[in-house]
């Protein structure tokens, strides 16, 4: 059974960071692309950063570019968000996702991911 298990959000103030972790199970975690998705409430889920299984690389949208850091740890099973200067505009539920590595051309279409974790409350305060 495959789990991705989300864990690090919370409130912070806007201009803060936060580290979000995802801790993958029951797959074999160098074979897939990790994403970051995110939600607001009222709008759609939108990519946020992936990173292919290597860690070789790293996709971000544009409004994260400069702020934001994916990384990940196949010894550990576990892939990472930096979130650096925080707006109030990052606030929403964070989700990370796991891509069989033979779709990692497709690393920034959430409708290809395989798994996907339960996600991680953020919100920024202004």
């Known amino acids: 059974q495959v789990q991705l298990v989300e864990s690090g959000g919370g409130l912070v103030q806007a201009g803060g960071s936060l580290r979000l972790s995802c801790a993958a199970s029951?797959?074999?975690?160098?074979?897939?692309?990790m994403g970051w998705f995110r939600q607001a409430p009222g709008k759609e889920r939108e990519f946020v950063s992936a990173?292919?299984?290597?860690?070789?690389?790293?996709d971000y949208a544009d409004f994260v570019k400069g702020r934001f850091t994916i990384s990940r740890d196949n010894a550990k099973n576990t892939a990472y968000l930096q979130m650096n200067s925080l707006k109030p505009e990052d606030t929403a539920v964070y989700y990370c996702?796991?891509?069989?590595?033979?779709?990692?051309?497709?690393?920034?279409?959430?409708?290809?991911?395989?798994?996907w974790g339960q996600g991680t409350q953020v919100t920024v305060s202004s």
């Open positions: 029951g797959l074999t975690f160098s074979n897939y692309a």
């Open positions: 996702a796991a891509l069989s590595s033979w779709k990692s051309y497709r690393l920034n279409d959430g409708n290809a991911y395989d798994y």
């Open positions: 990173i292919y299984w290597s860690g070789g690389y790293t």
